[in-house]
Protein backbone atom coordinates (compact mmCIF):
# COMPACT_ATOMS: atom_id res chain seq x y z
CA UNK A 1 0.00 0.00 0.00
CA UNK A 2 2.03 3.30 -1.56
CA UNK A 3 0.93 6.79 -0.66
CA UNK A 4 -0.78 6.74 -4.47
CA UNK A 5 -3.44 4.94 -5.80
CA UNK A 6 -1.87 1.70 -7.84
CA UNK A 7 -3.55 3.08 -10.81
CA UNK A 8 -1.51 6.28 -11.05
CA UNK A 9 2.04 4.67 -10.33
CA UNK A 10 4.00 4.06 -13.93
CA UNK A 11 5.86 0.92 -12.54
CA UNK A 12 5.17 -2.24 -10.71
CA UNK A 13 6.15 -1.68 -6.60
CA UNK A 14 6.80 -4.16 -4.02
CA UNK A 15 3.90 -4.28 -1.61
CA UNK A 16 4.61 -1.90 1.28
CA UNK A 17 6.83 0.28 -0.93
CA UNK A 18 6.05 4.13 -1.96
CA UNK A 19 7.16 5.90 -3.85
CA UNK A 20 6.95 9.81 -4.52
CA UNK A 21 6.03 11.57 -7.79
CA UNK A 22 9.09 13.32 -9.71
CA UNK A 23 7.45 16.70 -8.61
CA UNK A 24 7.09 15.81 -4.94
CA UNK A 25 10.69 14.02 -5.14
CA UNK A 26 11.75 17.39 -5.96
CA UNK A 27 10.45 19.72 -3.70
CA UNK A 28 11.87 16.92 -0.80
CA UNK A 29 15.05 17.52 -2.20
CA UNK A 30 15.25 21.35 -2.18
CA UNK A 31 14.19 21.46 1.39
CA UNK A 32 17.67 22.22 2.29
CA UNK A 33 17.40 24.71 4.98
CA UNK A 34 16.34 25.38 8.83
CA UNK A 35 14.53 28.25 9.91
CA UNK A 36 15.86 28.79 13.65
CA UNK A 37 12.92 31.10 15.93
CA UNK A 38 14.45 32.57 18.68
CA UNK A 39 11.87 34.24 20.78
CA UNK A 40 14.20 35.87 23.51
CA UNK A 41 13.05 38.72 26.05
CA UNK A 42 14.35 41.77 24.65
CA UNK A 43 13.51 40.49 20.49
CA UNK A 44 11.65 37.78 18.10
CA UNK A 45 14.97 37.03 15.84
CA UNK A 46 14.61 34.47 12.87
CA UNK A 47 17.27 32.91 11.20
CA UNK A 48 18.03 30.90 7.96
CA UNK A 49 20.84 28.32 7.61
CA UNK A 50 21.67 26.47 4.60
CA UNK A 51 22.65 22.93 4.42
CA UNK A 52 26.14 23.66 5.56
CA UNK A 53 24.64 25.67 8.83
CA UNK A 54 25.88 29.01 7.21
CA UNK A 55 23.69 31.72 7.98
CA UNK A 56 21.87 32.69 4.40
CA UNK A 57 19.58 35.27 6.41
CA UNK A 58 18.41 36.88 9.33
CA UNK A 59 15.79 39.30 10.94
CA UNK A 60 15.10 41.27 14.31
CA UNK A 61 12.54 42.70 15.90
CA UNK A 62 12.41 44.08 19.76
CA UNK A 63 9.84 43.27 21.50
CA UNK A 64 8.21 46.54 24.08
CA UNK A 65 9.02 45.89 27.55
CA UNK A 66 5.98 46.59 29.96
CA UNK A 67 6.82 47.86 33.71
CA UNK A 68 3.38 47.29 35.68
CA UNK A 69 5.30 48.27 38.60
CA UNK A 70 8.88 48.20 39.84
CA UNK A 71 10.55 44.72 39.45
CA UNK A 72 7.83 43.30 37.08
CA UNK A 73 8.31 43.13 33.70
CA UNK A 74 5.84 41.73 31.23
CA UNK A 75 4.90 41.00 27.29
CA UNK A 76 2.27 41.68 25.38
CA UNK A 77 1.68 38.39 23.77
CA UNK A 78 0.13 39.44 20.40
CA UNK A 79 3.52 41.15 20.00
CA UNK A 80 5.59 38.37 20.42
CA UNK A 81 4.02 36.38 17.85
CA UNK A 82 3.20 38.80 15.42
CA UNK A 83 7.16 40.05 15.52
CA UNK A 84 7.87 36.56 15.54
CA UNK A 85 6.17 36.05 12.24
CA UNK A 86 7.10 38.89 11.11
CA UNK A 87 10.89 38.32 11.62
CA UNK A 88 10.50 34.56 9.79
CA UNK A 89 8.83 36.00 6.50
CA UNK A 90 11.72 38.89 6.12
CA UNK A 91 14.11 36.28 6.73
CA UNK A 92 12.52 33.83 3.98
CA UNK A 93 12.13 36.83 1.76
CA UNK A 94 15.64 38.21 2.26
CA UNK A 95 16.90 34.66 1.65
CA UNK A 96 14.76 34.24 -1.32
CA UNK A 97 13.10 31.00 0.12
CA UNK A 98 9.26 30.29 0.06
CA UNK A 99 8.18 27.98 3.27
CA UNK A 100 8.21 25.23 0.78
CA UNK A 101 11.92 24.88 1.27
CA UNK A 102 12.31 24.98 5.18
CA UNK A 103 13.29 21.03 6.02
CA UNK A 104 12.95 21.93 9.14
CA UNK A 105 12.03 24.54 11.96
CA UNK A 106 14.23 24.97 15.26
CA UNK A 107 12.54 27.13 18.43
CA UNK A 108 14.44 28.41 21.82
CA UNK A 109 11.87 30.74 23.85
CA UNK A 110 11.35 32.58 26.86
CA UNK A 111 11.78 29.54 29.22
CA UNK A 112 11.34 32.04 32.32
CA UNK A 113 8.59 33.60 30.48
CA UNK A 114 5.05 32.58 31.60
CA UNK A 115 1.72 32.87 29.56
CA UNK A 116 -2.05 31.69 29.47
CA UNK A 117 -4.30 31.31 27.32
CA UNK A 118 -7.80 31.52 26.87
CA UNK A 119 -8.58 27.31 25.98
CA UNK A 120 -11.78 28.11 23.99
CA UNK A 121 -11.26 31.41 22.31
CA UNK A 122 -7.02 30.93 21.85
CA UNK A 123 -6.71 34.34 23.14
CA UNK A 124 -4.45 35.51 26.12
CA UNK A 125 -5.92 36.02 29.24
CA UNK A 126 -3.10 38.21 29.86
CA UNK A 127 0.15 40.01 29.24
CA UNK A 128 3.22 37.33 29.35
CA UNK A 129 5.16 37.13 32.76
CA UNK A 130 8.92 37.79 32.11
CA UNK A 131 11.37 36.43 35.31
CA UNK A 132 13.08 39.53 35.38
CA UNK A 133 16.94 38.44 35.91
CA UNK A 134 17.58 41.16 39.23
CA UNK A 135 15.14 38.50 41.11
CA UNK A 136 17.93 36.18 40.82
CA UNK A 137 20.18 38.43 42.91
CA UNK A 138 17.73 39.00 45.47
Not at 67 to 80: A, N
Amino acid sequence: AGMYPAAQRKLPMASGSRRCEPRARHRIMNRNFLLALDQGTSSSRSIVFDAQGRIVAMAQREIRQIYPQPGWVEHDPREIRDTQLATARQALAEAKLAASDIAAIGITNQRETTLVWNRATGEPIHNALVWPLALIHI
